[in-house]
T-cell receptor
């Protein structure tokens, strides 16, 4: 089954304690992206990757890091989480033709992060 | 950059009625307009999309219309059913993979 898998689904942590949210896709997609979803703000892009070793900032990259060492994995790293990073996070992937999406975005089921 | 506004933020309709969600965008270069449905506890899922060379597209009970001159597009759901209850997001893109900008979402509730 084609899917994007995020782990964990729920995470409660304290300010300053480094954490990683994993994302893996089995569709051989070139493009992967992280979004955060907050009430009244919709989905905002954090970082994206067009292919292995190619990453770039989205609209709200502050406080986050990513890496793309393998095509299937795109982890989101919070080096020093703060309460304003409490949110619902989604990973997504898509096939790409040139610089354009060539298939719909496939989303994972989300990671709800609480930073106290 | 692109800015997408979505209205209303919440919408309640009775089963069998129609529902309409509207979005406006700012970048006249945008040419791809998908709609995503997010059910509780799940990630968004594409339900329909339209490209700028088409004014309307229909898929069973769902239709999307696009007015490029006015820079707005709408989702129409007819004969609503309880399973249509979800959060709906519109989005706009110039076609570049990195530039898919989402609206703020509409929570649709279909009541019996």
């Amino acid at each position: 089954e084609a899917q994007v898998t995020q782990n964990p689904r729920y995470l409660i942590t304290v300010t300053g304690k480094k954490l990683t949210v994993t994302c893996s896709q089995n569709m051989n997609h070139e493009y992967m992206s992280w979004y955060r979803q907050d009430p009244g703000l919709g989905l905002r892009q954090i970082y994206y990757s067009m292919n292995v070793e190619v990453t770039d900032k989205g609209d709200v990259p502050e406080g986050y890091k990513v890496s793309r060492k393998e095509k299937r994995n795109f982890p989101l790293i919070l080096e020093s989480p703060s309460p304003n990073q409490t949110s619902l996070y989604f990973c997504a992937s898509s096939a790409v033709r040139g610089t354009a999406l060539n298939s719909p975005l496939h989303f994972g089921n989300g990671t709800r992060l609480t930073v106290t | 950059g692109e800015n997408v506004e979505q209205h209303p933020s919440t919408l309640s309709v009775q089963e069998g009625d129609s529902a309409v969600i509207k979005c406006t965008y700012s970048d006249s270069a945008s040419n791809y307009f998908p709609w995503y449905k997010q059910e509780l506890g799940k990630g968004p899922q594409l339900i329909i999309d339209i490209r700028s060379n088409v004014g309307e597209k229909k898929d069973q009970r769902i239709a999307v219309t696009l007015n490029k001159t006015a820079k707005h597009f709408s989702l129409h759901i007819t004969e609503t059913q309880p399973e249509d209850s979800a959060v709906y997001f519109c989005a706009a893109s110039t076609g570049t993979a990195s530039k898919l900008t989402f609206g703020t979402g509409t929570r649709l509730q279909v009541t019996l």
